[in-house]
């Protein structure tokens, strides 16, 4: 479905002929013609900072103990930090081949459109352009905001309109570095994710040190039966999945990887075992250092693990968390901005949305559709509440992405497959995905009603914006709005 055919005498040709982008004031015009398209940039080292430095944000340094809290042990709450890992990597297997035989970018939107169609890949689309992904990220900034103030203010608190304008700032700068330069995006990506696994390894090293000096006594009974919580380990393994979630992330960036055949499965593989390894370890070394009833009070397990060892070191604490939550920033809004500028391509978004800037071949107007939406939400919205009532709906759109990858099995049985999984893989992993999002439903009722009926709204928003054929005004016009093609200086990506 095609909402707008730009006219032939739009778009760049292979017979010479002029644009007229370049042409009418443009600062490239007489520049050298060359291929207007998204280059692949993305290489292994770069496809592993993409989805290690997305994966790891502030909450392995600040609040690990949604696990403890609902398994009732240290042992049973490592079994659920390595189990809730290899069902992380059951999907990102599924994915992996999902993402060698559909060789685009989008990631859930894009599989979900290959196997249901385009209806229900609008859904998905819908839901995470007016709520998931701004909701999200103004989340992940303001904890950027409040942890890179946070030194400054010490010991007192950070005032709200301070968090919320180094908020600002740090969303600012990350939408323009991605929208200035793919190369500089995935460099400071790869520094950044260095930058994670460096502050991981500060806690890892001293806690397995102390723990082989036989410092063991927190690990006494780790598996005492009449602490075990056997009602509170779904709620456990709930933590668990959303600690892990962004292994997806590169498969919203194919067409940009180098070799997507073999650096798409490596690049996931890698990641998810240095992820794992991770917080495994540095869970073990927080409960060398500390009593399960000190990590349960703790409001930042992390500073509270640094004081306890490093004494004046937990002051630059804050700082290591707010860089990670920066890398989390950059790494979503790297892959979320590709799945716009697919879907636009697709026809379901409008046409700019697919365009190129002419010089520095990134998806300028992809990248910045988030910002205006996120800021409105920073200032004016219920966020927590927002990713309450959204937040099962994706487990919902990946457990059917990867049911579409068992049911292509069947209906698409000669597709070119280069890394194909066992079937169980997808089959217990779309289950683990049901279960989660059943799990929401008997919880909390309420929310995931809410969120369920916000996400209903992406029905009559198809057949309005698709599916009729005489369109509102306003979106006729913004679809082939050629004045701010030229402000943005993008053309439509040569095919």
Not at 109 to 137: C, K, N
Not at 398 to 420: E, H, N, Q, S, W
Request: with cysteine.
């Amino acid at each position: 479905v095609m909402l707008h055919q730009p006219p032939p005498d739009s778009t760049p040709s292979n017979s010479g002929e002029k644009d007229p982008l370049k042409s009418n004031g443009d600062p490239s015009a007489g520049a050298p013609e060359e291929k207007v398209e998204l280059r692949k940039k993305v290489t292994l080292l770069r496809g592993i900072s993409i989805i290690t430095g997305t994966i790891i944000g502030a909450g392995i340094f600040i609040s690990p103990k949604g696990i403890l809290k609902n398994s009732g042990s240290v042992g049973m709450s490592l079994v659920v930090w390595i189990a809730c890992g290899i069902l992380s990597l059951f999907g990102a297997l599924s994915y992996a081949e999902l993402g060698t035989s559909i060789k685009k970018s989008g990631g859930h939107y894009t599989y979900i459109l290959e196997a249901f169609g385009p209806q229900v890949a609008f859904m998905r689309m819908w839901v995470d352009m007016i709520a998931i992904r701004p909701a999200g990220l103004a989340v992940i900034a303001l904890a950027f905001g409040r942890y890179i103030l946070e030194p400054i203010f010490m010991p007192c608190g950070v005032p709200e309109i301070a968090i919320k304008l180094a908020t600002t700032i740090g969303l600012t700068a990350v939408m323009y570095l991605n929208s200035m330069s793919v190369s500089w995006t995935a460099r400071i990506q790869i520094f950044l994710t260095f930058s994670k696994l460096l502050t991981i390894a500060i806690i890892i090293v001293p806690g397995v040190y102390l723990l082989f000096k036989g410092e063991t006594k927190n690990f006494e009974n780790a598996f005492e039966v009449n602490t075990i919580h056997l009602s509170g380990l779904p709620l456990a393994f709930y933590s668990g999945m959303f600690a892990y979630a962004g292994w997806f992330y590169l498969n919203f960036v194919t067409e940009e990887v180098e070799n997507p055949e073999r650096t798409v499965p490596l690049a996931i593989c890698i990641s998810m075992v240095i992820v794992m390894i991770c917080y495994t370890m540095t869970n073990v070394a927080y409960y060398t250092v500390m009593s399960a009833e000190e990590l349960l009070a703790s409001d930042a397990v992390a500073v509270t693990f640094a004081e306890k060892l490093m004494g004046n070191f937990s002051v630059a604490v804050p700082v290591f968390v707010a860089l990670s939550c920066f890398g989390s920033m950059n790494g979503c809004l790297f892959a979320i901005s590709r799945m716009f500028f697919v879907a636009s391509r697709e026809g379901q978004l409008p046409e700019v949305l697919s365009m190129i800037h002419i010089r520095r071949h990134t998806p300028l107007p992809a990248v910045i559709v988030l910002y205006p939406i996120t800021l409105l939400i920073l200032f004016l919205g219920d966020i927590y509440s927002l990713l309450n009532f959204m937040s099962f709906l994706r487990w919902l759109f990946i457990g059917v992405a990867v049911i579409g990858l068992i049911y292509m099995r069947y209906t698409r049985p000669d597709m070119p497959r280069p890394f194909k999984v066992p079937i169980f893989i997808p089959a217990v992993f779309s289950l683990t995905c049901f279960f989660m999002v059943f799990l929401s439903l008997y919880s909390d009722p309420i929310n995931t009603g809410i969120g369920f009926a916000i996400s209903l709204t992406g029905i009559p928003a198809y057949y309005i914006f698709i599916h009729c054929e005489r369109k509102p005004k306003w979106f006729q016009k913004l679809s082939g709005q050629r004045s701010l093609q030229i402000i943005l200086e993008v053309v439509p990506a040569d095919q």
